[in-house]
């Protein structure tokens, strides 16, 4: 059990480092510079990262408690453009404050979990079944992503 929640941490902590790094790298005229998701900026990345983080959390507690993850009808593309909107005017200093005060709730629940809690049942985000491990699992892999798409932008802008 210990193994699996250390490689969990490992994997989640990695994750946000590189985001975090990359993060460090932007500056003030890069926010509104556009990255390959279309429509998106790199402002709307961070504002994504956040708010995904918060949901993440969310997520994995209903999950690990015998509740399900997301409802089976849920609409990601639906979810994501509802947080852009709520979120257009929050300056990136204080998404990446709330996406880090959402991170360090994620992996204070990791460490409350138990064996049961990360074979708990639900829906991820992405439509499909999966455990409680795998919805952790797919927060770090979708951070992942989207550090690069930031790290994309950012090449861009250097040509």
């Given amino acids: ?42 402002l709307s990345l961070l504002t994504h990262l956040a708010t995904s983080e918060h949901g993440f959390g969310g997520t994995v507690r209903r999950m690990a408690a015998g509740e399900g993850g997301v409802p089976a009808d849920f609409d990601p593309n639906r979810w994501n453009a509802s947080q852009l909107r709520r979120n257009a005017e929050v300056p990136p200093e204080e998404l990446r404050q709330r996406l880090e005060a959402a991170h360090a709730e994620l992996l204070a629940f990791l460490d409350t979990v138990d064996e049961a809690g990360l074979d708990g049942r639900g ?7 999966g455990s409680t ?9 979708h951070k992942r992503g989207h550090t690069q798409d930031i790290r994309a932008a950012l090449s861009l802008a250097a040509v």
């Fill in 1 to 42: 059990m210990q193994d699996r929640k250390a490689a969990l941490r490992t994997e989640l902590q990695s994750a946000q480092r590189d985001l975090l790094d990359t993060l460090d790298r932007i500056l003030p005229d890069d926010w509104q510079r556009g990255s390959r998701n279309e429509g998106w900026t790199i």
């Fill in 123 to 129: 829906y991820l985000s992405t439509g499909v079944e």
């Fill in 133 to 141: 491990e795998d919805c952790f699992r797919l927060s770090a892999t």
